[in-house]
C-alpha cells in the first residue's frame, strides 16, 4: 500500500487543498490520502486559528464522498505542538513495514522545512512531494525546479541531485524529493475567512457541506 500525508491547518479546507490530494494521489499511484488537522500549528501559534474539532468536523465532510481521500484526527488526539516528525512515526507504527509513506506539502511550508522540528531525520525517514501552489512565482516547471535546487542545496544537502523521474532531487540524507504541479486553483483558506467576514459568499471555494457546516456554526462571521 502506498499512501500519502498531507498536513495543514484547514482553516477552512477547501477545493484548492482537495484537488492538490486528488492529484498526488493519481499522479503518485497512491491508494490513499490522509487529510490531517494540526491541533496546534507549530508555525500559525496566535494566529486565532479556529477550534481543532471544528477543522476536523469540515475535512471529514469534505472528503466523506471521496474513498481515496481519508481523514485523520491523530494530530488532535496528541497533545501539544503538532510536529510533523511525530505524525510520520505514528503512521510508521501503524501500518509497520506494510505501506510506503508519502509526506505532501506545499512550497510554500517546505521553504521552511529547515525550521520543522527534527528535519533532517524527516527527510530521511519519508519522501516528500512538494506541490506548487498558484500563488508561487514559478510561471514554468524549469523556474521551480531551480528555486527547490537552490534551496535545497544551501539549507539541506549541498550533494543533493536533480533527478527527471519523478522530477525532484535526491542525495545522501534524502529518501527523495518530488516536485508535483497540480491545477492552480487560485482560493485561500485566508481569503475564504475574509468573503465570511464581510458578509460575502463562499460557494464554489469549498464543499456545500462545509459551507454549511460554515453557516450553521457561524465560523468565522
Known sequence: ?????????????????????????EGFGLDRVYLIPAAVPPHKAGDGVAPAADRLRMVELAVEDEPGLKPSDV????????????????????FGGTAEIFLIVGVDAFLEIDTWKSFRELLALVPVVVISRPDADWPTADRGTRALSDFIRARISAEAVATD?????????????????????????RRIRALVRAGRSIRFLVPAAVLHCIQTKGFYA
Request: net charge positive; hydrophobic share 35%.
Open 75 to 94: 494530530e488532535i488526539r496528541r497533545s501539544g505542538p503538532s510536529y510533523t516528525i511525530d505524525t510520520v512515526r505514528h503512521f510508521q507504527r501503524e
Open 1 to 25: 500500500m502506498r499512501i500519502g500525508l498531507f498536513g495543514g491547518t484547514f482553516d477552512p479546507i477547501h477545493f484548492g487543498h482537495l484537488r492538490a490530494a486528488l492529484e498526488v494521489k
Open 165 to 189: 523521474a519523478p522530477l525532484g532531487f535526491s542525495g545522501p540524507g534524502l529518501r527523495g524529493i518530488s516536485l508535483c504541479s497540480v491545477t492552480a486553483l487560485d482560493i485561500s483558506s
